[in-house]
């Protein structure tokens, strides 16, 4: 078993460590490194990095020391922002497996809640895929249930844009349930996640929406001809439309309602403007189609050529 050599703190020289192929974060958030960066500057790095060495061939001969990082790439990338020359480390003894190494950058980052939950997800993937380990293993290693494991790599279904936000910001981990209701449907996730975004939806308004469509799928899935027209106005207006069918009157007559969602003023405008330019389509065609007008439509109509003709005996009757 890998152990610390002698159990010691040993200070290197930052140029020397490479850092971990392994590291499972992505995005490091500039002002926090930056933050770090300020207060190594005035403390030190109070917390030593955790590195593998081995000893590599130069190719002028003779051999020289590498080191390769297993834990600490925030605080190694802050202190070069500081500008330190060595760091201080511990040094892992033995051959580190992939899986080690991948393992301890894991764990470290998650037992100080220090990863994204893409990267988070993306960690477990790796560790379920690569080194075939079961959800429960994975959860066993980081303190968590299978089930948190599982829930937590779901999101990678998530479209890559949608995933790009989750990392920046934009919307929450809690957002992502909601989105996930509609994983088979597209284009309502798509603009659920646009409604959360410029809405700035909570996540319970965002669960209430996801509910809402899923109810409706359910109470649609016999009625095909209505799936058809709403699918047709989304494609004509661009946005998501909710057609509400119910029964009116003793008769037993349908009726319903349509509902069209819009972000603000300008996108309500759009629309109107998409409405207008499909009624245009619908006049064009018409006119297309129909037969030329005789002579006396076209007096009718005020669009005949030759004044004269206003004045014709042809043109009236008793």
Do not use: C
Request: hydrophobic share 35%; net charge negative; no cysteine.
């Amino acid at each position: 078993m890998s152990r610390f050599y002698n159990d010691a703190v040993f200070w290197i020289e930052v140029d020397k460590i490479k850092p971990n192929p392994f590291q499972p974060r992505r995005d490091f958030d500039e002002a926090q490194l930056k933050s770090l960066a300020d207060s190594i500057r005035q403390y030190g790095v109070l917390q030593a990095l955790v590195v593998t060495r081995k000893e590599v061939e130069k190719p002028e001969g003779g051999l020289a020391t590498e080191y390769e990082l297993v834990a600490g790439e925030r605080r190694l990338r802050a202190a070069r922002l500081a500008g330190l020359v060595q760091v201080p480390a511990l040094i892992r003894t033995g051959e580190e497996s992939d899986l080690m190494k991948l393992e301890l950058a894991i764990i470290e980052n998650i037992q100080r809640e220090d990863l994204s939950p893409v990267d988070r997800a993306r960690a477990f993937k790796r560790l379920v895929e690569e080194f075939k380990f079961t959800h429960l293993d994975v959860g066993k290693k980081v303190g968590k249930s299978r089930e948190y494991v599982s829930n937590t790599m779901r999101i990678l279904m998530l479209p890559e844009h949608i995933l790009s936000a989750l990392s920046e910001g934009k919307i929450t981990e809690g957002h992502t349930r909601p989105l996930m209701m509609l994983i088979d449907r597209p284009q309502e996730q798509e603009t659920l996640f646009k409604e959360i975004i410029f809405k700035k939806l909570n996540v319970r308004e965002a669960e209430g929406i996801a509910r809402n469509i899923a109810v409706e799928k359910a109470r649609k899935l016999i009625d095909h001809e209505l799936i058809e027209i709403e699918d047709q106005f989304k494609e004509r207006l661009g946005t998501r439309v909710r057609i509400e069918k119910r029964t009116v009157g003793s008769g037993g007559s349908d009726g319903g309602r349509g509902t069209i969602d819009f972000f603000n003023k300008d996108d309500l405008r759009h629309l109107l403007e998409r409405i207008a330019e499909e009624e245009e389509k619908v006049e064009e065609k018409i006119a297309e189609n129909a037969p030329p007008l005789t002579d006396e439509e076209k007096v009718m109509a005020g669009e005949s050529d030759d004044d004269e003709s206003l004045y014709s005996v042809s043109n009236f009757s008793i």
